[in-house]
């Protein structure tokens, strides 16, 4: 189904990938891999900046309204793609969004129109994904959602929203792409043009810290409580893979326990993660939080 944009319409973009490193090709106008030789690596976008910047100006004109985050069943509010129980070694890299693989080797959209189609349903079990199809239902909660243009009569959540509904209501401590985040490094070193043109794609303040330590800490200080909290929520659902932890509690735990490993927050002065993870071969099992 082609959407039917009206006239002024500001269209952006967002890819996310399942492989290792994703190059762009063919016109690339208004769109951003990485910098020149060094891509991000799971993520891009297509004039990602003027949307935000658009949907900004609308938000303060009174014109788009962000809904407020809601309380979790854990009695918190509930969590953000800026949350530091939800984000990774690099946040916001990811979609909400589900395709179909065909057989023939095409990629469509997984909506009603293709169902018909067959296939491999493909999506993604971080970040954006992550939040709005598994945590957000564990906890109770529900992400800010538009009419789907492509799914006449489906309300969706994106990316897009997603970093909206942040910006607007994470309360501190705000978790931004840092410059120990491996995507936005070069060859292993903190890039400030990288990290930047990174924070642009997704409504990110370019200006504000970048401190990898003060990451690393807020990633521990918040994270192990919140998975300790809602252990038995987590436990009873589903894992987003079931290749990698048996349930969203184990997928969690081991998410944070590698996540603190990629971000180098030993090397950094942080204090140990207070989690311990049982793995059967490369499934996480079990999990325990000490602190």
């Not at 918190?76 to 949350?83: A, K, L, M, S």
């Not at 293709?114 to 939040?131: H, I, K, P, Q």
């Not at 300790?228 to 969203?248: E, I, V, W």
């Amino acid at each position: 189904m082609t959407p039917t944009l009206p006239p002024g319409a500001v269209v952006g973009v967002w890819f996310g990938f399942n492989g290792t490193t994703l190059t762009l090709d063919g016109d690339r106008a208004g769109c951003v891999d990485g910098t020149p030789g060094s891509p991000f690596g799971q993520f891009a976008d297509c004039n990602g900046p003027g949307f935000f910047a658009a949907a900004n100006s609308a938000i303060a004109a009174g014109k788009l309204a962000v809904p407020g985050l809601g309380t979790a069943a854990d009695g918190q509010p509930c969590p953000t793609t800026r949350d530091f129980s939800v984000v990774d070694q690099d946040q916001s890299d990811n979609l909400a969004t589900s395709y179909r693989v065909l057989g023939d080797g095409r990629v469509a959209q997984d909506t009603a129109a293709n169902a018909g189609l067959g296939g491999t349903v493909l999506t993604n079990a971080s970040d954006n994904g992550l939040l709005d199809a598994f945590l957000d239902p564990a906890l109770g909660c529900k992400p800010m959602t538009a009419p789907d243009a492509g799914n006449v009569g489906k309300q969706v959540p994106s990316l897009a929203l997603n970093e909206l509904q942040a910006a607007a209501h994470q309360g501190a401590p705000v978790a931004l792409v840092p410059a120990n985040d491996p995507m936005s490094q070069i060859d292993g070193k903190a890039s400030p043009a990288k990290n930047a043109l990174y924070r642009a794609g997704v409504d990110q303040p370019v200006a504000a810290s970048s401190d990898g330590a003060a990451y690393c800490r807020s990633l521990v200080a918040v994270a192990p409580g919140r998975l300790k909290t809602d252990q038995a929520r987590f436990s009873r659902a589903p894992s987003p893979d079931a290749a990698a932890a048996n349930n969203l509690f184990t997928f969690l735990a081991q998410r944070l326990q590698t996540s603190f490993g990629n971000l180098g927050c030993g090397d950094l002065g942080t204090p140990p993660l207070p989690l311990q993870v049982t793995k059967n071969g490369d499934q996480a099992t079990a999990a325990t939080v000490t602190g």
